[in-house]
C-alpha cells in the first residue's frame, strides 16, 4: 500500500507531499488540483507497471489514459521541464521508497 506521495514540478504544483491512509479523501474547490493529483498516481502507476516512458509518452499524447491535456502541460504550469514523483510503500513491518525523475 502506498503509505506516502510526493509531486515536484507536476502540472499546478510546484511541491506537495502527501501522507496516505486506507482511505484518503481529496476535498478541495474547483480547479484547487485535485484531478493533478489523480494523474501523478496515474503516471506512477503505469511506471510501476512496467509502461516504457514511450508507451507513456503515447498514451497521454492520445488521450487514452485519462490523462487531460498533452505531454507539453505536465510541467509545471506548462513549463515543458521534468516533473518527479516518489512514494513510500509499506508492506509488513518495513517500508520500501521508491522515487523517480520523469521527463516526456
Not at 70 to 95: E, I, K, M, P
Amino acid at each position: 500500500m502506498l503509505s506516502s506521495f510526493t509531486v515536484e514540478n507536476f502540472k499546478s504544483y510546484r511541491q506537495v507531499a502527501l501522507t496516505l491512509e486506507p482511505l484518503t479523501l481529496l476535498i478541495g474547490a474547483n480547479d484547487s488540483g485535485k484531478s493533478n493529483l489523480i494523474e501523478a498516481l496515474q503516471l506512477l502507476s503505469w511506471i510501476g507497471q512496467g509502461n516504457t516512458s514511450g508507451s507513456i509518452r503515447h498514451a497521454v499524447q492520445e488521450q487514452s489514459g485519462g490523462i487531460r491535456g498533452t505531454v507539453q502541460d505536465l510541467g509545471f504550469r506548462g513549463s515543458q521541464g521534468a516533473f518527479s514523483l516518489a512514494c513510500r510503500t509499506t508492506h509488513g513491518s518495513c517500508g520500501a521508497a521508491c522515487g523517480l525523475l520523469l521527463a516526456l
